[in-house]
């Protein structure tokens, strides 16, 4: 168990570039979410997939997100054309799928984004 | 829609002593999942505790322990023995019907050597 693991951890971008982020879960995880956390505030969830299918996304990701998990393994955030308010850190986690009880969501390290 | 309230927004500490950070959450659901994650400065999120709404007995993870008192949306976390290691931002979180988890703004802790 090699924990969740987020590539880059940091990212600066100019203003209108489009950004890609890459999230690997704990092996075996079949849920992986991602969330958005600005500075002073807690983190806010942004989607989520179970297994390749994406299940629920908040109205927050417009549409200039796009989350995408292929394979059902790793997944990719993406952001087009950014904006300055798209500044924050990109958290994703994942957990294993419960029977009947919620399971514990393991965090990554983040991806911080810097738009100038 | 729920919602998780902290309402310190930092406290301290000394070394060895106990500390109890408040969350209050709103929520009209009967089925629940309260966390406390702990982020350390410039490193990742890693639960400190989780409590389940259908059970009355609080949570306890060595040092950590919770008060949960369901009739007040009330879900407090008294940590022990304060250690160095224990400086961190604490978010209180909680989770419903949906898979996301809905965090509060979280509470900085200082700890006092």
Same mark, same amino acid.
């Not at chain 1, 989350?67 to 993406?78: I, M, W, Y």
């Not at chain 2, 109890?20 to 490193?43: G, M, N, V």
């Given at each position: 168990?090699?924990?969740? /693991?987020?590539?880059?951890?940091? *990212? ?34 942004? @989607? ?8 629920? *996304?908040?109205? &927050? &990701?417009?549409?200039?997100? /796009? ?5 059902? +393994?790793? /997944? @990719? &955030? ?15 986690? +994942? +957990? ?6 919620q ?9 911080? &984004?810097?738009?100038? | 829609a729920q919602t998780v309230t902290? !309402?310190?927004?930092?406290?301290? %500490? ?9 969350c209050t959450y709103d929520t009209s659901e009967s089925d629940y999942y309260l ?12 639960? %400190?505790?989780?409590?389940e709404a259908y ?13 949960f008192q369901k009739a007040a949306k009330s879900f !407090?976390? =008294?940590? !022990? ?12 979180a909680y989770q419903g019907g949906s898979e996301k988890l809905v965090?509060?703004?979280?509470? =900085?802790?200082? %700890?006092?050597?």
């Amino acid at each position: 168990d090699t924990g969740v /693991s987020q590539d880059p951890r940091h *990212k600066i971008t100019k203003r209108g570039q489009n950004v890609t982020f890459r999230c690997d879960p704990i092996s075996e995880h079949n849920r992986l979410y991602w969330y958005r956390q600005t500075l002073g505030q807690g983190p806010e969830f942004l @989607t989520y997939f179970q297994n390749e299918a994406q299940l629920e *996304k908040s109205r &927050l &990701l417009s549409d200039r997100f /796009s989350a995408e998990r292929p394979k059902g +393994s790793f /997944s @990719t &955030l993406e952001i087009q054309r950014t904006e300055q308010g798209d500044s924050a850190m990109y958290l994703c986690a +994942s +957990s294993p799928q419960g029977e009947g009880v919620q399971e514990t969501q393991y965090f990554g390290p983040g991806t911080r &984004l810097l738009v100038l | 829609a729920q919602t998780v309230t902290q !309402s310190q927004p930092e406290m301290s %500490v000394q070394e060895a002593e106990t500390v109890t950070l408040s969350c209050t959450y709103d929520t009209s659901e009967s089925d629940y999942y309260l966390f406390w994650y702990k982020q350390p400065p410039s490193r990742q999120m890693i639960l %400190v505790i989780r409590q389940e709404a259908y059970k009355q007995q609080n949570a306890t993870e060595n040092r950590f322990s919770v008060n949960f008192q369901k009739a007040a949306k009330s879900f !407090s976390l =008294k940590i !022990s023995d304060s250690q160095l290691g224990d400086a961190a931002m604490y978010f209180c979180a909680y989770q419903g019907g949906s898979e996301k988890l809905v965090f509060g703004k979280g509470t =900085k802790l200082t %700890v006092n050597p």
